[in-house]
């Protein structure tokens, strides 16, 4: 399995990198500038900052969902892979497992960075409680969503479907955050999508013929 | 067997993605009809504003005193498209109710001049906490912060959470209760903060914490039997982003000679009666109701004085929606609500005071005023119409113009406006869209979603035709689940077309009865999504003509799933020749 | 089923509605050296993929080493070494990559042997697969397959793209090392020489079915052609069943039957016939025969 995954990774650095760069620059912009500064205005800069993460992370994860599923069409790699003792559930579930890193990657530092910043801030208790647990989980089952939504589009052939197709519906899917907010009905309709397309995705890459 | 669960849990699969990306898309269509009706409606000032002018609180001699100029009023005003955007966005309602003296806090913050104070209930211990940081004097005149922290239970106040100070086990929320605004005759300003007083349910009993004094006044104990569910005490008010509610003090000219002589300078100038105080020392504080009942209680005893009044129920497109009480609405199906309780200097005497309610849809204001027994004086809610105002002639603006129809504000946003109409059509369309079981579902289920939080439903569209339908009052069920239905049609037409299409194309894939079934109820049920899920599941088996019967027929069954024949047709075959040894 | 390495039942295959295979059914037993014999595009890839679970029946079933081809458990396929049609590996990796992953896939890995098979081969490590020529390629693939000691070995073309040296020397390193332990080899091709030089048992398809399937003698002993010279026209009519191909020019008609018997001979002989002359084929000209489209159908 840790092969798998290395192999995923390695296959997909560029993901990675990006994500990481952008987590990055992420952290350094909340830090520099919510650190020292007025609540009210660190609480804004950490609502924008999370807003525009979403924003590239979309266009991120997406592409790399969509882009591990149609390029092992195109390179053959599940069909090599399958002559090997190795299932196609494990090699699905390296591919998946590299898509929940790549969000990690991405995600990890900047809510670190606000939890730290709220910490700071003076209001504490009640207003700030659980803020950054809520709002990142909500954004890193978005970010989730928007993979499986990439790997349901990256079974199609047709260029459009993988391009268009899943970019116009990873941004339909993200406006759920915006119609429902960050709260825990949103975390259960999310983590029922995110089930039904790994489920989709599962049955379809198991019956799938690699020719 | 375990094809048949896999192939289900791929159909159920498919089934809520579609559905949840198809509500998704949906939603959005629904609130930029929603942004273009309400903003037209923006236009109409009587269709978001309504104005009870005079009162009729004010004693006489005040109300009828030929000097004023302008009577007393109490003014509802909504600003519909912005309403429209933060009802309908989770993301918003999200961060207003973390801010301070949001709703859903027992805490409120209150700047005094020199420090901070922080006030909330902490569940495990079941104590109130009060925080605060001041500043204070050294005494080499320096200036330090002082941090103040008390725990305040139903048998006292303590710098420590003791077990000597009991527990509250669901204290009611305290709204903060107004300061006192500085008057103009009186030129000074004052800033009093309000002792809180809270109910607890368990208990059954108000308590008064003071935290300067460090002591708690318990009320007596309400009676079981006493129906008594308060949800919110102070100055009950609910999506005061969505809804200002103000009282005007009547304005009486003052005459010339009055006047000093900065006054002098200008032209009309009018004196308030400074009536709109309710001052922290006054007698009353009012508490709602969970039933949209506004009681009193005694500041001073914490026993409950009577009735000051009730939310007044709005309209909607079907009428008058239901209601715990005719005319009372529910604080639940209300999108905004506040009151405003009015006393009179100097002695701070009760008056009365006035409701304001926005509808669940948002599309209706009713401004209520009640008089000291809580006895209903006058209400009114709003319509269609405009005024046009011209001129400025020194004394003020003329109102030149003004045109009212009968046509209810509910009703007005869907039809009064040019264009209104076709965009009214394309949100109705939309709503069919979602499937006639969502939609039987929203019927059903209309009023039990509290009013902003049905505006954020994804699957059940709540705040839809159909949801208005199904709370409409006064009507038998069967008359309006009939007049349900018919709303519905063109969901029920489209889903039935689809239906249609799918046994078709079913029976020609040679899926078996059952498989067929199912699909066709799913897409009878879910309409556009159930018809996405099936072309997304539905194998594409090959097919060829049948030997026996000459129909098409699967090549993945082993019979024809027409005529039941086999592949092997023995008179058919060609005998061949094979060379084999096993 | 236990004795045979595989095992095919009823195998039918359909790709958008045309069928490629009609019901073959296919044993072989453990040790032997199959090759499965076939005109392009005849389905012998298509079998073999849905032997390795890479494909899908639409009826019929396949067992490998004792189960289902669509259950294949890890544990089976580590037994089981493939040489892909065209050699199909991840062109984008390197050689050394490569390796690595299949070396820390797979169940078993003989590094010694392995590393002597790429020093013969002289393979370079560090270019990419893609930069390989189709020899080298090829050499990679039976190295990989190989490396892994697998019971079973499943060739699918190949020989293809490699000159004559180079094929043979690569289908006698296989079979070289690989009978040494009695190992199965299933080995496709249209190259019927190689065939010709290794396989115990030969498997022909033709018209989406395995007309022939026993060893290569046996199917040398079973299949005659005989020319037959008439002093007269010759007859449309030979009644006689399984004929492969008749071919008649006047006087003279051509006739390649299967499973010829004495029966058959018996009625040959009631013919009338002047000459009867049996023509000795070798395995080209009984594959021509078999998979040569038919000229005239036997009716009986």
């Given at each position: 399995m840790y092969t798998l995954i290395k192999r995923e990774i390695e296959d997909h650095i560029i993901y990675f990198l990006g994500a990481l760069i952008l987590s990055l620059l992420f952290t350094a912009s909340i830090a520099a500038k919510g650190f020292g500064g007025e609540p009210a205005e660190g609480l804004g800069i950490i609502l924008a900052a999370i807003g525009i993460t979403l924003a590239c992370a979309t266009i991120v994860i997406c592409a790399l969902g969509t882009s591990q599923m149609h390029t092992d069409k195109n390179r053959k790699i599940s069909a090599f892979l399958s002559?090997?003792?190795?299932?196609r559930n494990q090699i699905l579930a390296a591919r998946v497992i590299t898509g929940l890193l790549a969000l990690l990657v991405l995600l990890a530092a900047p809510a670190i960075t606000v939890e730290i910043l709220l910490s700071t801030?003076?209001?504490?208790?009640?207003?700030?409680?659980y803020f950054t647990v809520e709002i990142f989980s909500a954004v890193y089952l978005l970010g989730l969503g928007v993979y499986c939504t990439g790997l349901m589009c990256?079974?199609?052939?047709s260029k459009i479907v993988v391009t268009l197709g899943s970019l116009v519906l990873s941004v339909v899917l993200l406006t759920i955050i915006l119609i429902k907010g960050p709260d825990i009905e949103t975390l259960i309709i999310l983590l029922v999508y995110v089930s039904a397309s790994l489920a989709y995705t599962w049955r379809k890459f198991s019956t799938i013929p690699f020719i | 067997m375990k094809d048949l669960t896999y192939t289900l849990l791929k159909s159920f699969a498919a089934g809520f993605a579609a559905l949840l990306l198809l509500s998704t898309a949906l939603f959005w269509g629904r609130f930029y009809c929603d942004r273009y009706l309400y903003g037209r409606m923006a236009q109409q000032s009587t269709c978001r504003s309504a104005t009870i002018?005079?009162?009729?609180?004010?004693?006489a001699e005040i109300e009828k005193?030929?000097?004023?100029?302008i009577a007393s009023s109490f003014h509802g005003y909504t600003e519909p498209d912005a309403a429209v955007i933060r009802t309908r966005l989770g993301i918003v309602d999200y961060f207003e109710r973390r801010v301070?003296?949001?709703?859903?806090?027992l805490s409120f913050y209150e700047y005094v001049n020199n420090g901070k104070t922080d006030l909330y209930f902490d569940k495990k211990s079941g104590l109130i906490v009060y925080q605060s940081e001041r500043a204070k004097k050294t005494n080499d005149n320096k200036t330090e912060r002082e941090e103040i922290k008390l725990y305040a239970g139903p048998e006292g106040i303590s710098e420590k959470p003791t077990k000597e100070l009991g527990r509250f086990y669901s204290p009611v929320r305290m709204q903060k209760e107004p300061i006192i605004y500085h008057s103009r005759d009186e030129m000074q300003t004052e800033y009093v903060r309000a002792v809180p007083i809270t109910y607890d349910k368990k208990l059954r009993r108000f308590f008064k914490i003071d935290f300067d004094k460090r002591e708690v006044k318990k009320g007596p104990e309400i009676d079981k039997n006493i129906n008594f569910r308060p949800i919110?005490?102070?100055?009950p008010r609910k999506g005061e982003y969505l809804l200002s509610f103000w009282w005007s003090e009547p304005m009486i000219e003052i005459k010339r000679e009055d006047k000093n002589e900065a006054e002098k300078r200008y032209g009309k100038i009018q004196k308030r009666i400074v009536t709109r105080f309710y001052p922290p020392g006054g007698q009353y504080v009012p508490f709602l109701d969970e039933r949209g009942l506004i009681f009193l209680v005694d500041r001073?005893?914490?026993?409950i004085a009577g009735e000051g009044g009730y939310l007044p129920a709005p309209m909607s497109y079907f009428g008058s929606g239901k209601a715990a009480r005719p005319n009372v609405a529910r604080p639940k199906d209300l999108l905004a609500f506040m009151i405003e309780p009015v006393a009179i200097k100097p002695d701070g005497k009760y008056l009365g005071m006035g409701a304001a309610a926005l509808s669940r849809d948002g599309a209706s204001i009713t401004v209520a005023v009640f008089d000291k027994e809580g006895k209903l004086l006058k209400m009114t809610n709003t319509v269609d119409g405009y005024f046009s105002y011209r001129d400025y002639d020194g004394d003020g603006i003329i109102e030149s113009e003004r045109y009212i129809t009968q046509m209810d504000s509910s009703k007005a946003v869907f039809?009064?406006?040019?264009?209104s109409p076709l965009a009214t059509v394309l949100r109705y369309l939309i709503e069919n869209l979602q499937g006639p079981a969502l939609n039987i579902a929203s019927f059903f289920?209309?009023?039990?979603?509290?009013a902003s939080s049905g505006h954020r439903a994804l699957f059940l569209v709540t705040n839809s035709f159909i949801g208005m339908k199904g709370r409409?009052?006064?009507?038998?069920f069967s008359w309006k689940f009939f007049g349900g239905l018919l709303l519905i049609a063109p969901s029920i037409i489209l889903s039935v077309l689809l239906a249609w299409s799918v046994k078709r194309d079913a029976l020609t894939k040679g899926l078996c009865k059952k498989e067929r079934l199912c699909w066709i109820a799913g897409v009878l049920c879910f309409g556009l999504a159930g018809y996405i899920s099936y072309r997304l599941c539905c194998k594409q088996a090959g097919l060829i003509n049948c030997r026996n019967c000459g129909m098409s027929r699967r090549?993945?069954?082993?019979?024809?799933?027409?005529?039941?024949?086999?592949?092997?047709v023995p008179e058919l075959e060609d005998p061949g020749w094979r060379v084999r040894d096993n | 089923m236990s004795d045979d390495a595989i095992v095919i039942e009823s195998l039918v295959k359909y790709y958008d509605g045309r069928c490629?295979?009609?019901?073959v059914y296919l044993k072989i037993p453990r040790g032997c050296i199959y090759g499965l014999l076939g005109r392009n595009g005849i389905g012998k890839t298509t079998i073999i993929r849905i032997l390795l679970g890479l494909d899908f029946p639409t009826r019929g079933k396949s067992y490998i080493l004792g189960q289902d081809s669509r259950q294949l458990t890890n544990t089976i396929k580590g037994r089981i070494g493939y040489v892909a049609e065209g050699h199909n590996?991840?062109?984008?990796?390197k050689v050394s990559r490569l390796i690595n992953i299949c070396k820390k896939l797979s169940?078993?890995?003989n590094d010694k042997f392995f590393n002597h098979l790429i020093e013969m081969f002289r393979?370079?490590?560090?270019?990419?697969v893609r930069e390989l020529s189709t020899g080298m390629r090829a050499e990679l693939n039976l190295a990989l397959a190989m490396a892994t000691e697998p019971e079973l070995l499943i060739l699918?073309?190949?020989?293809?793209?490699?000159?004559t040296v180079a094929r043979r020397q690569f289908l006698e390193l296989a079979v070289d090392l690989l009978q040494r332990d009695g190992r199965t080899i299933l080995f496709s091709s249209h190259i019927l020489g190689d065939v010709e030089r290794i396989a115990d048992r030969i498997g022909i398809l033709a018209g989406c079915k395995l007309v022939v399937d026993c060893g290569l003698e046996e199917l040398k002993r079973r299949i005659k052609k005989l020319r037959l010279i008439f002093e007269k026209k010759a007859p449309a009519?030979?009644?006689?069943?399984?004929?492969v191909n008749q071919q008649s020019s006047g006087r003279e008609m051509t006739v390649t039957i299967a499973n010829m018997d004495e029966q058959k001979q018996a009625v040959i002989n009631t013919l009338g016939a002047e000459s009867c002359e049996e023509i000795p084929m070798s395995l080209e000209d009984i594959f021509i025969e078999c998979t040569r489209p038919k000229q005239k159908q036997a009716v009986f």
């Open positions: 002559t090997l003792p190795v299932s801030l003076r209001q504490e208790e009640a207003v700030y409680r990256g079974f199609s052939s | 002018s005079p009162s009729g609180i004010l004693p005193d030929p000097n004023v100029d301070p003296e949001a709703r859903f806090m919110q005490i102070g100055q001073a005893t914490l026993e039809w009064g406006q040019p264009g289920t209309a009023d039990s979603f509290e409409q009052a006064g009507v038998s090549v993945d069954m082993d019979v024809c799933h027409r005529c039941g024949g086999s592949w092997l | 490629v295979i009609d019901g590996m991840i062109s984008s990796y169940m078993r890995w393979l370079p490590m560090e270019r990419y699918d073309d190949p020989t293809l793209g490699l000159d009519n030979l009644h006689l069943t399984e004929i």
